[in-house]
């Protein structure tokens, strides 16, 4: 079975933009379609979750490879609010 036979469900609109899983939303691609659907995502609007995909699904880099890159890239400013803060400290003390 080669690549162009396995087919993967692609969010026109990603959910980070706001897309749902609305069947209107979603396009069957084969993995180099959706290979390329992410690389003009990149191209377009810079966010690295279509990189990571666009070099993932097109086999430049391995899964653990994108999942390591997308752990590093993940946006973790949240954390440092006190909103955040006080909310673990409460968890820990179990409220």
């Known amino acids: 079975m080669s690549s162009t036979d396995i087919y993967h469900i692609h ?3 990603p ?3 706001g897309g749902t899983d609305d ?4 396009i069957e691609l084969t993995v180099e379609q959706h290979a390329l659907a992410h690389k003009k995502l990149y191209e377009q609007y810079g966010n690295h979750q279509d990189l990571i ?3 993932a699904l ?3 880099i391995t899964h ?6 997308a752990q590093s890239l993940r946006d973790t400013s949240y954390m440092q ?6 909310k673990m400290s409460k968890s820990k003390l179990g409220c």
């Open 23 to 26: 069947p209107s939303n979603l």
């Open 58 to 60: 097109s086999g430049q």
């Open 11 to 13: 969010h026109k609109i």
């Open 15 to 17: 959910r980070y933009m």
């Open 64 to 69: 653990a490879e994108a999942t390591k890159l």
């Open 81 to 86: 609010t006190k909103e955040y803060k006080d």
């Open 53 to 55: 995909a666009w070099k």
